[in-house]
């Protein structure tokens, strides 16, 4: 083994030079075959090379988090704005129309939940490969925490669904959340995603960084996707997502940051303004503004209509 790097020298990620494509639209996967290539072109629009993804997994662990009490109420109608979904196995059969034709990360890992201190740190494989070519599952989402006291059990989970990625031809998305004893930075991040994506990760999920993102993204040889974290100002959370995206990032997956918005159907248009059209935070913010003041007054109309009727 190499020993830890001792190198005094900078680090240099050479963020001027893009990374180096060649057959296939997303870095790092040209070298892959037809049938994973086509999955990574349902969640990857091929024209702009982002997706937005809509995360709610979070029920898998923490039981009916605010916003996703209903997921036929609250998230069935903010699939058509998605280009990929991503939750749990149970969530996608019970909730989400099977007609909706959109890409599916599905949530692979499943193990200790909220009553766990070590929630998310001691999962398991949670999704037999046989359901999820059942189910036409688009990409295998799994946890791999990176510097917990459970990293060799991670790890083995995660380098187990690459194996089953790679034979199927499914993309596998590695989730980086953080050890209890690493700080939230540029550091622990360059470490996970360039870990992951070193095991065979063909995607890789992380937070966005104020200091540093754009060396995280260059040192990550596969596309990075951002999650969005916990609940922010619309004009804060469509800041990040703009400032991921122009630092490298080839999407977000977000979810707090939209179904608890004030608006989830404007909030998620607003962000694809970013991820698909490089809208800045106040182009997409201004398009936030005036898409929810058109709903509130569809919504108002609605409910004269409503009340006229019942009276009638
Ligand atoms: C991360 O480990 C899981 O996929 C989360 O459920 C997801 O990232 C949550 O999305 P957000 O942080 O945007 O609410």
């Avoid at 280009?83 to 949530?107: E, N, Q, T, W, Y």
């Avoid at 295998?140 to 790890?155: P, T, Y």
């Avoid at 470490?191 to 999920?205: M, Q, S």
Wanted: charged share 25%; glycine share 8%; aromatic share 8%.
């Amino acid at each position: 083994m190499p020993g830890a790097d001792t190198s005094t020298k900078e680090k240099n990620f050479y963020t001027d030079i893009p990374a180096a494509k060649h057959s296939f639209f997303l870095k790092g996967l040209d070298q892959y075959d037809w049938g994973m290539k086509s999955r990574l072109s349902r969640m990857f629009n091929p024209k702009s090379g982002h997706t937005v993804m809509l995360a709610f997994d979070h029920g898998y662990a923490y039981g009916p988090t605010t916003g996703l009490e209903r997921l036929d109420v609250t998230i069935a109608p903010l699939v058509p704005y998605a280009d990929c979904l991503m939750c749990a196995r149970g969530a996608l059969r019970s909730c989400i129309p099977s007609d909706c034709d959109k890409a599916v990360a599905m949530r692979c890992s499943a193990g200790t939940t909220i009553l766990d201190e070590n929630v998310f740190v001691n999962e398991c494989i949670g999704v037999d490969i046989e359901d999820v070519i059942r189910m036409n599952v688009t990409c295998m989402a799994v946890q791999v925490c990176i510097g917990s006291d459970n990293e060799r059990n991670n790890i083995e989970n995660f380098v187990k669904l690459v194996d089953l990625g790679n034979k199927y031809g499914i993309p596998v998305l590695g989730v980086t959340a953080v050890g209890k004893n690493m700080a939230r930075d540029k550091r622990y991040f360059g470490l996970a995603t360039r870990i992951i994506a070193e095991l065979g990760g063909h995607l890789v999920k992380t937070y966005f960084v104020e200091d540093g993102f754009e060396d995280v993204a260059a040192g990550c040889p596969v596309p990075i996707v951002i999650a969005g974290g916990k609940k922010l100002p619309e004009k804060d959370a469509l800041t990040m997502a703009y400032k991921a995206i122009q630092q490298g990032a080839s999407g977000v997956d977000m979810g707090r940051n939209v179904f608890q918005s004030e608006d989830p159907i404007a909030m998620i248009k607003a962000i694809r303004s970013v991820v698909h059209e490089n809208a800045t935070p106040n182009q997409a913010y201004e398009l936030f503004c005036d898409l929810k003041a058109e709903n509130a007054k569809a919504a108002k109309t609605t409910k004269k209509a409503k009340t006229t009727k019942a009276k009638k």
